[in-house]
Each structure stands twice: as structure tokens, then as C-alpha cells.
């Protein structure tokens, strides 16, 4: 099977051995994206502020390689604290709607983030 690696300026690059995104057998798969801001390499202080930075990396991504958000079919989000999901699915129906994607949410530690969010999204 072709592998295409996916790379765009519109979201954070780092410093790890992985793609942003890899698109191949029709789908696209999103690296884990962590709320930092591509522009400024910040992350926002307020929670809710993290959680749309990180789904708008994982948006940047999937535009990139002409994917669209909405069609999501699977979607991971990973919580350094479990107490923060309220908040995140406030925002997380902000960019996804019914039929949701398939989702885990999951606690973990996260080097230095208090989000991470994957996502498998099939081209279009």
C-alpha cells in the first residue's frame, strides 16, 4: 500500500520522528496534536482555549490533504486530567456533529500538554 506523508505550516511541527498526517488506503491518519499555536508555538493558558487549538491542528491537517473534518470516522482525545472532559466535550461538538465520530477519551500523562487529539478521517 502508498503511504503520502501529510506536513503543513498551519500546524505545529515537532521534533519527533512522525508526519502530521499519513494519508493511504483512502484515509487519512492524524499524528496526536497538541494545543500549540503553529503561529506563535504558544499554548493558551484556559483549557477550553487548548482544546480548540489542538482540534484546529488536527482541522489544519486534514485540509491539507483535502480532508474534511465533518467526516471523521475515528477520533482520540487524551486528558492529563480526566476532571477537564466536560469541558472538552462542550468544545468538541463544535467541530463534529451528528454522526459523531467513533471517540475514546482517555487519561493519561502527556508530556507537558493537557490535550492530545488524533483523528482518522477518509478522503474525499
Known sequence: ??????ETEAAPKLTLALS???????????SGQ???????GQVPVDFAEQ?????????AIAH??????????????YLTDLANFDQMEAVY???????????????V???GYD????AIIPIQ
Open 64 to 77: 491539507e490533504a483535502n480532508a474534511d473534518l465533518s467526516n471523521a470516522t475515528r477520533v482520540s482525545v
Open 93 to 107: 461538538k463544535s467541530y463534529f456533529s451528528a454522526p459523531y465520530p467513533a471517540r475514546t477519551t482517555t487519561g
Open 109 to 111: 500523562k502527556i508530556n
Open 115 to 118: 490535550i492530545e487529539v488524533d
Open 20 to 30: 502530521q498526517g499519513v494519508v493511504a488506503g483512502g484515509f487519512l491518519f492524524v
Open 34 to 40: 497538541v494545543p500549540i499555536n503553529p503561529e506563535t
Open 1 to 6: 500500500m502508498k503511504r503520502e506523508g501529510i
Open 51 to 59: 482544546v480548540r487549538q489542538a482540534l484546529n491542528n488536527v482541522q
